[in-house]
């Protein structure tokens, strides 16, 4: 019996294999790796040239820890992960990086990131209720819903970890109405991505 179970659990894994090959994942996956060194490399590239040729800028994030509350800054991030990661989450965890209590405020971000997956997510599902809309919408995330579709949780996973906005993937993900439960499974890896990328971002500024 555990023979047997041990065979049909290889073979399921086996058929996933095939079809994640077949399907291009893999190659989506890699794709996307590349695509997502460049930007970090650049982010940092232009935070060193910044802070050594233009102003300095552990002093602009204290001025702007100075001048903004902690929650307006929170609420604008909130809003920009909500409606499809108009500014780079790299930019918040440098100011978190200089905030009075960092580990908290940059805890807070991912919950906000996460939060606005959510949003977007029940975006995607509401907009399927307007036609001129979903149609619109369904034209620009074309690709993404048709990788959504083809992939479903592996892609949420990889739209929560790497530079892909995780806006267009909730969005997508509500626009198919992929399982909401798991959707919130796998979104959870948001914070990963927070934390992972704190540790590179906290030693430049």
Do not use: C
């Amino acid at each position: 019996m555990k023979d047997k179970a041990k065979s049909k659990k290889k073979s399921r894994i086996r058929l996933l294999h095939q079809y994640y090959s077949y399907t291009g994942f893999y190659s989506f996956v890699l794709g996307s790796l590349r695509k997502a060194v460049l930007p970090i490399v650049l982010f940092v590239a232009a935070l060193w040239a910044i802070d050594h040729f233009l102003l300095d800028i552990e002093d602009m994030l204290v001025t702007v820890t100075e001048t903004y509350s902690p929650w307006q800054v929170l609420s604008i991030f909130f809003l920009s992960e909500s409606l499809l990661g108009l500014v780079p989450p790299e930019l918040f965890i440098a100011w978190a990086g200089k905030s009075a209590i960092p580990f908290l405020y940059l805890s807070l971000l991912a919950l906000g990131s996460y939060l606005g997956g959510v949003v977007s997510y029940w975006i995607g599902v509401s907009i399927t209720k307007i036609p001129a809309v979903h149609n619109a919408l369904e034209l620009k995330l074309a690709k993404h819903i048709k990788n959504t579709r083809k992939w479903g949780g592996f892609l949420i996973i990889v739209g929560a970890l790497l530079p892909i906005p995780f806006a267009m993937t909730s969005i997508a993900a509500g626009i198919i109405r992929f399982p909401f439960p798991s959707y919130l499974i796998f979104g959870l890896l948001r914070f990963a991505r927070f934390y992972l990328y704190a540790l590179v971002i906290f030693e430049m500024v």
